[in-house]
């Protein structure tokens, strides 16, 4: 299936969006939801939505598909004469930065280094060979002054880094937990802007996941939806990981289910899956999503949510790796889903 | 050689051969890609080009004084990396490391791989998925994998060879009066000795040794000096900068070098005691044309001088270097400043050397 996937994903990921600062991830998906939807808005949290009427009669329900685009990164804490201390912005992992090419968002973008300092600058008292993410260092190759002059406490910190492809179909880079599900959500969006649809769509591009989910809390009173679905991503199997744990790369997505997903959402989300042809995984969710879903379940007088994630391998590291065919077959499921909301689909969530 | 600025045509001209020269990729016994770069460069201007059994490039430039000193400058072509060792049912990869590189250089960084530069990436396992109460450490070299998308062994070797090198996928940039890039380590002195070769004072006959081997135990630069029999030798390299801030404040008093402070000369490293002389000679150059240099603490390290004292009765040598930030890692940095001062001095230290220089006595220190 010919699609734009690649060079639509390739350009989410390379656009900046730490918690709290999701503009530019937003920009882009306005401009490719605008052409096929009814109506594109922001809430005041900062999260985008589109709404694509359905063929229904009213008063229409709405499905709402969401997806968060923020993506764990760092902050300036501190000068520390021409260099930069760092603090997270979301659950920041620290195995990995030493060495890592970063973006400094200052007045303008000053390219630097991220550094683990030499042995003997470091606190004795170590972790094996782990540091605490304070004794990171950005190096930028400025003086003191020239710094301070364009760079503020605060200012957002990004890993430098495009994603590239591996191989056939496969995409490494940063920031694929969510950029990933964002593109999916947009194919699917191409699909349905071609189908006809009973429900009302709403898309949704959620603020601050990483961080507390203002977004999902939010969302819903901008639009309430009878049904959301989340997507967003999962633990793709990496080298040596548990396979209870793990989804294979190129596997599909996978149909969350425990307390946070609807029992008839989830169902619906595998009959979808059946009509699509693509293979679906059940994932355990015993207490919680860890999504958004925890969230827009209990946002307002509560939501009907079901949660579609895509494996993606070493996640939260700037080198996540992510299946082209699982995103497609994620989009897939979301289409047919949709199309198959009919006038009497609302009355199936009712418990009993 | 110029004191003034470069133009900025000259300066852009010396960064695109040090973003090609650090952007090629030459893991130790590999280094043919680089090779052919410093061919291209010093061949139009030697009297002499030979490649000898390791993959040394030596290009000799005769002198035309009348009385001149025979004098070998190394720099080596090789670079800290990756071998492929091995490839797993579901497509990973082994590597080993060539060179020193710390663990946590390796993680979540991209990497070119063999002659094709196919990507892969280093990843690591979420904490999510540790298990409880195992505490989060860098995994060693056994535990990593190379993922080049693969999702079989034979998948995998239709792409990469075992036995293929990987390098850091670092492209150059600029960071203010700085250059950060890969390799720089020695590809700075590569670039340096091709830029001394091309402005070659007429006191010396100039053998420019363009080493191999040098990450992995000074190798390629014995056998050099033993083929060319100089009077006297100058290993061109980077050393350390150690000198960034102390996590409590304190004074960082083991920084080895510090950048900006101009061209580190060694008095000694694990692997040579310097000739007193030469390092007299060119502290002495420095002062008169006002050059800044620093002295390198002693201590670790080595580099082709410590082989190249040793061939034959025993070459004088000294090591000169440009203090660079973050070595064997996926990208280091260096000033500008400290890389023209070492080209100036170097310079003039050659051009002021007679055949005195080295038959001055011995003294008591030295």
């Known amino acids: ?352 | 050689m110029a004191r003034t600025r470069p133009s900025r045509t000259a300066q852009r001209s010396h960064l695109a051969l040090l973003r090609a020269l650090t952007e090629a990729v030459g893991v130790s016994g590999d280094e043919g890609e680089v090779r052919r770069l410093v061919r291209e460069q010093v061949e139009p201007l030697a009297d002499e080009v030979l490649v000898d059994a390791l993959g040394n490039l030596i290009a000799v430039r005769m002198g035309t004084a009348r009385r001149r000193v025979r004098v070998m400058l190394s720099a080596h072509m090789d670079e800290v990396g990756l071998m492929l060792t091995g490839a797993e049912a579901e497509g990973y990869l082994h590597v080993a490391t060539v060179g020193g590189i710390a663990p946590h250089h390796l993680l979540g960084k991209a990497f070119w791989v063999g002659k094709d530069r196919v990507p892969g990436v280093i990843g690591m396992t979420p904490p999510h998925l540790s298990a409880p109460g195992d505490k989060r450490r860098t995994p060693g070299f056994d535990q990593m994998r190379l993922d080049v998308g693969a999702r079989t062994r034979d998948d995998a070797l239709e792409r990469v060879r075992i036995g293929d090198r990987a390098a850091f996928a670092t492209p150059l940039a600029r960071l203010g009066d700085a250059v950060s890039a890969k390799a720089l380590d020695d590809r700075l002195g590569v670039a340096i000795l091709i830029e001394l070769f091309q402005a070659a004072p007429a006191s010396i006959d100039l053998m420019a040794t363009f080493s191999v081997q040098e990450e992995v135990g000074l190798r390629g630069a014995g056998v050099a000096a033993h083929r060319l029999d100089p009077q006297m030798a100058i290993a061109i390299d980077c050393t350390p900068a150690r000198d960034l801030p102390t996590w409590d404040g304190s004074e960082n008093t083991a920084y080895n070098t510090r950048l900006g402070l101009g061209p580190a000369l060694y008095t000694a490293d694990r692997a040579t005691v310097s000739d007193r002389r030469l390092l007299e000679h060119v502290e002495a150059v420095a002062r008169s044309a006002r050059l800044p240099y620093q002295l390198r603490q002693p201590g670790g390290g080595g580099t082709d001088a410590g082989s190249i004292h040793r061939a034959r009765k025993g070459i004088p040598a000294i090591s000169v270097s440009v203090p660079v930030r973050y070595p064997h890692s996926p990208a280091g940095l260096i000033r500008l400043d400290d890389w023209r001062n070492t080209v100036l001095l170097l310079h003039a230290a050659l051009s002021r050397l007679t055949p005195e220089s080295l038959t001055r006595k011995r003294t008591a220190h030295g």
């Open chain 1, 1 to 352: 299936m010919p699609d734009d996937l690649l060079p639509l994903l390739l350009d989410l990921m390379r656009l900046p969006a730490i918690p709290g600062r999701e503009t530019a991830v937003a920009d882009r998906l306005q401009a490719a939801w605008a052409p096929l939807a009814d109506e594109v808005r922001r809430t005041p949290a900062g999260s985008v939505y589109a709404t694509c009427r359905g063929s229904g009669k009213k008063p229409r329900p709405s499905v709402m598909l969401t997806a968060h685009m923020d993506a764990i990164g760092l902050v300036v804490a501190d000068f520390e004469g021409g260099f930069l201390r760092i603090a997270s912005a979301g659950s920041t992992l620290t195995e990995h930065l030493a060495g890592q090419r970063v973006l400094v968002h200052g007045k303008r973008l000053v390219p630097g280094l991220l550094v683990r300092p030499p042995e003997h600058c470091l606190p004795p008292e170590k972790d094996g060979d782990s540091i605490p993410l304070g004794a990171f260092l950005v190096d930028t190759g400025l003086g003191a002054r020239q710094l301070q002059a364009l760079v503020r406490i605060g200012d957002a910190i990004t890993f430098d880094r495009m994603g590239i492809q591996l191989g056939d179909g496969v995409v490494a880079g940063p920031a694929l937990d969510n950029r990933a599900g964002l593109a999916a959500l947009t194919l699917a969006l191409h699909s349905l802007s071609r189908a006809s649809h009973a429900w009302d769509v709403v898309l949704a591009g959620l603020v601050q996941e990483e961080t507390g989910g203002l977004g999902a809390r939010t969302i819903t009173h901008a639009a309430p939806p009878a049904i959301a679905l989340v997507v967003d991503t999962t633990y793709g199997r990496g080298h040596g990981e548990a396979e209870h744990l793990t989804f294979p790369l190129g596997g599909g997505p996978s149909n969350g289910w425990g307390p946070a997903a609807h029992p008839a959402v989830h169902e619906r989300l595998r009959l979808a899956a059946e009509r699509a042809e693509v293979p679906l995984t059940l994932e355990p969710m015993p207490r919680y999503s860890e999504s958004d879903a925890d969230l827009l379940q209990v946002a307002g007088s509560g939501v009907a949510t079901g949660c579609l994630f895509v494996p993606v391998r070493n996640m939260h590291s700037p080198v996540e790796v992510v299946d082209l065919e699982d995103i497609r077959r994620t989009a897939a499921v979301l289409t047919e889903f949709v199309r198959g909301l009919d006038d009497a689909a609302a009355s199936s969530l009712d418990r009993g």
